[in-house]
């Protein structure tokens, strides 16, 4: 049941930031008995006192039984009624649930609270046409497809034993096992099976590369060096040596990468390389046009978005990050909060875009984004839950599809130069 309260002029905006609005409302006896009463009535229903019925609690008792129920419905009910005429009469649309503050209750004399609201941004888009960007092309060199060939031989790459007798060298692998003593003793979990080395690269135990090299397959070999601030004494045995082999560009490895000659194969290494240059290439002119339109309508925003979008970006790292990245939330969060603002800035921008401009999808178009989207499906059943979960996110899919095309009219728009790099 809703409660209609004569507020009047007991409603009075206390101040304004960006788009966070404050209000404060007042109750005095006339108005906050209206509450009270509808606030004991609401309470018999639910409360209930030994040798009374559910229902049948008298609402005196009520009243002095359960003073700070009391209290939080008549809070309840001003409330609710107070919002409509505040959202009406300030022209506002939250976006979450405006939050009470600063309570004060006089019960059967005054009631005062605030209620603090946040809108959605309102702006007149402007800068959006003729936007001057700049398309960087990049032509892939023959060098750059080489490279890459170079790279996937490296990337397969395998390991495999010298011959008997031959000596570690700088260029290659060695397994071994070590030991480390400090005045004499083995330190504890000191002892260390299997770990390979790569002769050429820098070790975690100075001087461990130049006391093996020369040693053969079975030997040991002890040096000192130092440990952080100690100076440690190890016995190093070699278990294996290995040398690192880096296939050739031969027939095998053509028919491993599903062509029959180099040339085939560099034709197809470059079709990649200058995918990979195109989309980075379009990534670049996006992110020029989005840092336009943003410095050309700034806006304020509403904070608690802003939270929960870095909240979300958040999981969505803790989901994507190796665990050893992760930092502590409100540091992440910290981190985040820029890339929420800008996401969230380019949201409310591009839809006053499309509202300016009339840009909608229609029905027949989220039709026909929903049949590709089957189109990548092969049971029935991966359909049927495509289906379910595509008519639940419906209104986001369209409100995606008026981003892509709004952004597509800014992109036609714009005056875009192109430049080699």
């Given amino acids: ?98 939050l009470l503050r600063n309570v004060s209750y006089e019960p059967e004399r005054k009631l005062y609270f605030e209620l603090q609201f946040e809108s959605a941004p309102v702006l007149d888009p402007k800068g959006y046409e003729k936007i001057a960007a700049t398309r960087k092309v990049h032509k892939v060199s023959d060098a750059e497809v080489d490279r890459y060939i170079d790279q996937v031989r490296e990337y397969n790459a395998y390991l495999k034993p010298v011959a008997d007798g031959e000596p570690a060298g700088k260029q290659h692998f060695v397994i071994v096992d070590y030991e480390t003593f400090e005045n004499g003793q ?7 099976k299997g770990e390979i080395v790569d002769l050429s690269s820098p070790q975690t135990v100075a001087g461990l590369a130049d006391a093996v090299v ?30 690192k082999v880096v296939p050739e560009l031969d027939d095998n ?33 996006l992110s020029q046009l989005e840092d336009a339109l943003i410095k050309s309508n700034p ?58 401009e009339n840009i909608q999808a229609t029905d027949s178009e989220l039709d026909a984004e929903l049949e590709k989207a089957m189109a990548r ?21 369209r409100a995606s599809m008026v981003e892509s095309k709004t952004m597509a009219l800014v992109k036609e728009k714009a005056v875009i130069t192109e430049q080699q790099s």
Avoid at 37 to 47: F, M, N
Avoid at 299 to 312: D, F, G, I, N, Y
Avoid at 378 to 394: P, W
């Fill in 253 to 285: 490895f053509l028919k491993e990468a599903g062509v029959k000659t180099t040339e085939e194969l560099k034709i197809n290494v470059r079709k990649l390389l200058e995918q990979g240059a195109e989309e980075k290439t379009e990534k670049d002119l």
């Fill in 1 to 98: 049941m809703n409660i209609t309260l004569g507020f009047g002029d007991n409603i009075k905006k206390i101040k304004q930031e960006g788009c966070v609005h404050l209000f404060g409302v007042t109750l005095d006896a006339k108005p906050l008995q209206e509450a009270s009463e509808a606030a004991l009535v609401r309470l018999q229903s639910v409360v209930s006192l030994p040798g009374f019925r559910a229902g049948k609690v008298p609402l005196s008792m009520v009243k002095e039984q359960f003073p700070s129920m009391v209290k939080d419905e008549v809070l309840d009910i001003a409330a609710k009624s107070a919002l409509p005429e505040i959202i009406k009469a300030a022209n506002i649309t939250p976006v979450v649930s405006p």
């Fill in 186 to 192: 083995l330190v504890k979990d000191g002892s260390v």
């Fill in 299 to 356: 806006l304020s925003l509403p904070p608690t978005l802003v939270r929960e979008e870095a909240q979300e970006l958040l999981e969505l790292f803790k989901k994507r990050a190796p665990e050893e990245q992760h930092l502590p939330d409100d540091s992440m969060l910290e981190r985040l909060r820029p890339v929420a603002e800008r996401n969230l800035s380019l949201t409310y921008i591009l839809h006053h875009i499309a509202k300016k």
């Fill in 377 to 397: 499906l092969n049971t029935e059943e991966e359909k049927a839950r495509g289906r379910e979960l595509f008519g639940k996110r419906k209104e986001y899919i």
């Fill in 214 to 243: 020369g040693a053969k397959k079975g030997e040991s070999r002890e040096f000192d060096a130092p440990f952080g601030d100690k100076k440690l004494h190890f016995k190093v045995t070699v278990d294996e040596i290995k040398q």
